[in-house]
């Protein structure tokens, strides 16, 4: 039971190279989500998923793009990288207990950086 | 809307002391109130929850305290250890998604 794991761990991308991040859970969560976090900025959520299939727009949504085809994946895009997108991005997913709680189980998260 | 306040930024205490974090929200459909805490290099892991129908929920040191009507909830750290020194946030959870509040340096001075 490996948890969520992201790849890659480390990239470092020019200005306008695209890339792609990906999410995996072998835990059967519904849902999942991608945050990215800043020195002083907490975590930020990017794009979330409710379910296979369904994406929707987090806090700071612009210059990403996201797909959730299969349950267990959850990708994240960046179709022309930024400077301003160099962060730690953390994928995390979800499920909710019997008395409503929704804990959140994170990857380890990828540093990427933009040149 | 959906936010969260986290209050404060950055809180030094000496071994030993209580150490008191405070977050406020807007909305008041949340039911559930969780904290993470972050040590350092490390992913954020869940410490302490709390849903709606409780006013308070202790766990060894840790506990939180909900005031639903003021729409604020805290965590409270009592005889606090080197160990606890992390960025702790609160979370407003709400309609599938999580937004964390701006997190709170606690540095626990030996």
């Known amino acids: 039971n490996a948890g969520v794991t992201q790849t890659p761990k480390f990239r470092v991308l020019k200005t306008g190279q695209s890339m792609t991040l990906l999410c995996a859970q072998d835990?059967?969560?519904?849902?999942m989500y991608w945050y990215r976090q800043d020195p002083g900025m907490g975590l930020r959520l990017i794009h979330y998923s409710v379910g296979e299939g369904t994406t929707a727009k987090g806090e700071v949504p612009d210059g990403y793009n996201v797909s959730r085809l299969k349950k267990q994946n959850f990708l994240l895009g960046l179709e022309s990288a930024a400077p301003s997108q160099t962060s730690v991005y953390f994928c995390a997913s979800s499920y909710f207990t019997d008395s409503g709680a929704n804990v959140l189980t994170f990857g380890a998260g990828s540093r990427l950086t933009v040149l | 809307g959906e936010n969260v306040e986290q209050h404060p930024s950055t809180l030094s205490v000496q071994e030993g002391d209580s150490a008191v974090i405070k977050c406020t929200y807007s909305?008041?459909?949340?039911?559930?109130f969780p904290w993470y805490k972050q040590e350092l290099g490390k992913r954020p892991q869940l410490i302490i929850d709390i849903r709606s129908n409780v006013g308070e929920k202790k766990d060894q040191r840790i506990a939180v305290t909900l005031n639903k009507t003021a729409k604020h909830f805290s965590l409270h750290i009592t005889e606090t250890q080197p160990e606890d020194s992390a960025v702790y946030f609160c979370?407003?959870?709400?309609?599938?998604?999580?937004?964390f509040g701006q997190g709170t340096e606690l540095s626990v001075k030996p």
């Open positions: 835990m059967n969560h519904e849902y």
């Open positions: 979370v407003f959870v709400g309609r599938g998604k999580l937004i």
């Open positions: 909305d008041s459909a949340s039911n559930y």
